[in-house]
């Protein structure tokens, strides 16, 4: 990829984002939005997976651990979510 591109735009959000995160495995993208939901992207080719919706609190940031079978959600109501 040439300095200055983009390897994929993924777009068609109804709200600003808040956080990104990869997991481990690189090969999917987690997004999150200020409207209290979760989108997941496949990363290789940039294609919509899931939109995780229901949070009760807007989702400050996301972190996974290596294996990539726990995801750990920190939300602005002072509550983490595994």
Do not use: C, H, R
């Amino acid at each position: 990829m040439a300095i200055g591109s983009y390897y994929s735009t993924l777009k068609g959000y109804l709200s600003y984002i808040s956080a990104v995160a990869f997991l481990p495995d690189g090969q999917l993208v987690v997004l999150i939005l200020y409207n209290k939901t979760i989108w997941l992207w496949e990363a290789v080719m940039g294609f919509y997976y899931s939109t995780l919706k229901g949070y009760l609190s807007y989702v400050n940031a996301v972190a996974f651990l290596l294996n990539g079978q726990l995801v750990v959600l920190a939300l602005y109501n002072k509550t983490v979510q595994l």
